[in-house]
T-cell receptor, first 118, second 112 residues
Framework: GAVVSQHPSRVICKSGTSVKIECRSL??????MFWYRQFPKKSLMLMAT?????????EQGVEKDKFLINHASLTLSTLTVTSAHPEDSSFYIC??????????????FGPGTRLTVL | LAKTTQPISMDSYEGQEVNITCSHN???????ITWYQQFPSQGPRFIIQ???TKVTNEVASLFIPADRKSSTLSLPRVSLSDTAVYYC?????????????FGSGTRLSIRP
């Protein structure tokens, strides 16, 4: 149980294009999902908290117009990197909290998406 | 959110017990301690969580002293596949807005 998937697992795009990454909770419902990015040999950096049915909450320094987040259902959140540039190349990871277990401080992480912008 | 401090890296050998200690001097009364494991190019995986004393599961043990200002993750008889980065996190349960802030983690390397 508690499986989170991400699609695509790997994407290569040209500079200036937009890329959408999907995060799905497969066997539970998630009112809250989180998006992280991770550079090589570095820790995960929280980008934003995605709330079902409402606007995402972005961490300081993260451009909300650059990283569009939509959490339209209890099992799906999407991150769109708009007008991607080489410096956006990174490993993007999502996580989700089970709405039935929100009394526990646990998150279930997806496998990550490797974005390379040429 | 309580800040955590861990060793940057550790080395050990197959079959040994490995103990990774995390300091969290500013832990709050309602904070839990959680450990995650991350392999290269994968998302973190939950290992163990505890509040006080000792917690054990099929993968690891977590030792928390009475003052809760530190915790120790114990991995019994490690193998090469335990080579990974281990993150110690501290935070409150409950609120749907609770977010996890990752520290630098400990890069554990296991040698034959």
């Amino acid at each position: 149980g508690a499986v989170v998937s991400q699609h695509p697992s790997r994407v290569i795009c040209k500079s200036g294009t937009s890329v959408k990454i999907e995060c799905r909770s497969l066997d539970f419902q998630a009112t809250t999902m989180f998006w992280y990015r991770q550079f090589p040999k570095k820790s995960l950096m929280l980008m934003a908290t995605s709330n079902e049915g409402s606007k995402a909450t972005y961490e300081q320094g993260v451009e909300k117009d650059k990283f569009l987040i939509n959490h339209a259902s209890l099992t799906l959140s999407t991150l769109t990197v708009t007008s991607a540039h080489p410096e956006d190349s990174s490993f993007y990871i999502c996580s989700a909290r089970d709405r039935k277990r929100e009394g526990y401080n646990e998150q279930f992480f997806g496998p990550g998406t490797r974005l390379t912008v040429l | 959110l309580a800040k955590t401090t861990q060793p940057i890296s550790m080395d050990s050998y197959e079959g040994q017990e490995v103990n990774i200690t995390c300091s969290h001097n500013n832990i709050a009364t309602n904070d839990y301690i959680t450990w995650y494991q991350q392999f290269p190019s994968q998302g973190p995986r939950f290992i163990i969580q505890g509040y006080k004393t000792k917690v054990t599961n099929e993968v690891a043990s977590l030792f928390i002293p009475a003052d809760r200002k530190s915790s120790t993750l114990s991995l019994p008889r490690v193998s090469l596949s335990d080579t990974a980065v281990y993150y110690c996190l501290v935070g409150p349960p409950g609120s749907s807005a609770s977010k996890i802030i990752f520290g630098s983690g400990t890069r554990l390397s296991i040698r034959p």
